[in-house]
């Protein structure tokens, strides 16, 4: 899944310097900002649904590191758009926006961190 969801964000997301799974980089050692890495946060199992078929939710963590409140802020909209643009085999509908908060300041660089859940059937 986590694969499926890097690709899309980078075809809708051209102009982000990085878009990678959070274990691939280190987005504080950039020369280039904005960069989201993303990761599995959380899954909930057999979520039972009205027509009793079993279904999970996986929570995906968006973290975004920018150089200045202006490009977090456009950058977490293009994000907000690609993400409820997303689907892919097993998705049921659209992911759903859980919230977000400041994860770090660290010198110039800001970083937020934002949830997503997407539903999956099974």
């Known amino acids: 899944m986590i694969d499926a969801l890097l690709t899309h964000l980078a075809t809708e997301c051209p102009d982000f310097a990085a878009i990678e799974d959070a274990t691939r980089i280190n987005p504080l050692e950039r020369d280039e900002y904005p960069v989201v890495t993303v990761y599995l946060a959380s899954e909930i199992p057999n979520l039972t649904t009205v027509s009793n078929r079993q279904r999970s939710a996986q929570t995906y963590h968006?973290?975004?590191?920018?150089?200045?409140?202006?490009?977090?802020?456009?950058?977490?909209?293009?994000?907000?758009?690609?993400?409820?643009?997303?689907?892919?085999?097993?998705?049921?509908?659209?992911?759903?926006?859980?919230?977000?908060?400041?994860?770090?300041?660290?010198?110039?660089?800001?970083?937020?961190?934002?949830?997503?859940?997407?539903?999956l059937d099974h």
């Open 62 to 119: 968006l973290l975004t590191t920018c150089q200045s409140g202006e490009q977090l802020e456009s950058a977490r909209a293009a994000l907000k758009a690609a993400m409820r643009s997303f689907t892919t085999t097993g998705v049921l509908h659209e992911p759903s926006f859980n919230g977000g908060e400041l994860a770090a300041i660290s010198g110039p660089l800001l970083q937020w961190r934002d949830s997503w859940q997407i539903p």
